[in-house]
C-alpha cells in the first residue's frame, strides 16, 4: 500500500494554490472563505513540511521563489485537471443530459438539420451543442462526445471515422448565370473566390492548396474575399458573391437541394476528415451509446445515397 505520508497535506496544496494564483494571502483567505491567518498558517506548515521557501514574503504582499514557481506549475495543472474530471462525471450522472462539441461549420450545416429527428427519437434525452472553431482535447472539455476535424489521432480517445475529407468548389446557380460556364482552372482562378484566413490552411484544405492539386500553381493573387467563419464564406455563396471551397458534407445538402452547384474541377481528398470522439476512460451511460450509433448510422446513409458524394465531377 502506497504510503500517503510522502505527499504534502492536500488542502494545504490547495491553500498554495489560490495564494501563488493570487500573489496574495488575503486574496486567497477570500477566494476559500477563510482568515488570512489560517492561510499563512497553511502556507508555512506546508514549508516546513517541503524544507524550502515557497514565498519571499515583502512589504507588500507576496513573491513566488523559484522553488515556489516549479510547485505552482504541478499544483496548478493537477487542479484543473481534477476540476476537469469531476466535472465530467457530474455531468455523466445527469442521465438525461448529452453534450456534443463540435465546430461552428459542422453544428450549422449537418447536425442542427438533423437535430429535430435525434430528439424525436429520442424524446427522453437532451442533447446539448458547443462549438469551438479548436481541435478537441478532452482534457479541456467537458463534452461527452466531439465532432471534430483531423488525422484521427486525439490521445487518450477513441475516434470513429464520420467522413473523409472530400473538396470541390461550389457557387449558386446565379453566379454561373453571371459568369458562364466554368472551363478551365486559369478561368476559375481569374474569378472572385471565397475564402477563410490563410492561417487556417494548416488544418483546412485552402485555395491554394486546391489549386496545386489540381496540377496548377496560382502566379497572381486570386480576387479573394476573406472571412472569419466557414457558415459566411457559405452564406456569401448562396448570395452569388463568389467560389467556395465545399466541404462534404457540410454543403451536401445544399447541392442536394440546388442552392449550390459544383463549379467544376475535380474532388479533391485528403487523409483527413471528421470525426466522432470519446474518450477512452468514458463510462458513457446506455442513452449516450445510443446517441453515438445514431450519428455514425447517420453518416453511413448519407455516404452511401447523397448525391454529392456519388455524383463524379469533369475535370476542367
Known amino acids: 500500500m502506497a504510503n500517503n505520508k510522502k505527499l504534502p497535506p492536500l488542502q494545504a496544496l490547495a491553500y498554495f494554490e489560490s495564494a501563488a494564483r493570487h500573489l496574495s494571502f488575503t486574496g486567497a483567505s477570500v477566494e476559500l472563505g477563510t482568515s488570512q491567518p489560517a492561510v499563512s498558517q497553511r502556507i508555512n506548515a506546508l514549508e516546513a513540511d517541503l524544507g524550502v521557501a515557497l514565498f519571499s514574503r515583502k ?27 469531476t466535472e465530467k462525471l457530474r455531468k455523466r ?10 465546430d461552428m461549420g459542422f453544428a450549422t450545416y449537418w447536425l442542427l438539420p438533423r437535430l429535430e429527428s435525434l430528439q424525436l ?33 486525439w490521445p487518450g480517445c477513441h475516434a470513429d471515422k464520420l467522413f473523409p475529407e472530400l473538396v470541390v468548389p461550389v457557387c449558386s446557380p446565379a453566379f454561373i448565370e453571371e459568369y458562364g460556364a466554368i472551363t478551365s482552372i486559369q478561368q476559375m482562378s481569374e474569378l472572385p473566390l471565397l475564402s477563410l484566413p490563410e492561417n487556417t490552411s494548416s488544418r483546412w484544405m485552402s485555395w491554394h492548396d486546391w489549386f496545386l492539386a489540381n496540377g496548377f500553381r496560382v502566379e497572381n493573387k486570386t480576387k479573394s474575399t476573406i472571412f472569419n467563419a466557414y457558415s459566411l464564406v457559405i452564406q456569401a455563396a448562396l448570395q452569388g458573391r463568389g467560389i467556395a471551397l465545399g466541404w462534404l458534407p457540410l454543403v451536401s445538402d445544399l447541392l442536394e437541394q440546388g442552392s449550390l452547384v459544383l463549379a467544376g474541377g475535380r474532388k479533391i481528398t485528403t487523409e483527413r476528415g471528421y470525426y466522432l470522439i470519446q474518450p477512452n476512460d468514458h463510462l458513457a451511460p446506455v442513452i449516450h451509446e445510443k446517441v453515438k450509433n445514431w450519428i455514425i448510422t447517420e453518416a453511413f446513409v448519407m455516404r452511401n445515397t447523397k448525391k454529392a458524394y456519388t455524383k463524379k465531377t469533369e475535370p476542367i
Open 59 to 85: 512589504h507588500r504582499g507576496v513573491a513566488l521563489t523559484m522553488e515556489g514557481e516549479q510547485l505552482f506549475q504541478i499544483v496548478s495543472d493537477s487542479l484543473h485537471n481534477i476540476r476537469q474530471e
Open 93 to 102: 450522472q445527469q442521465k438525461n443530459q448529452l453534450l456534443i462539441d463540435t
Open 121 to 153: 427519437l429520442m424524446p427522453d434525452i437532451e442533447i446539448q451543442i458547443s462549438t469551438s472553431p479548436q481541435t478537441y482535447n478532452f482534457r479541456e472539455s467537458p463534452a461527452d462526445l466531439a465532432i471534430s476535424f483531423g488525422d484521427g489521432h
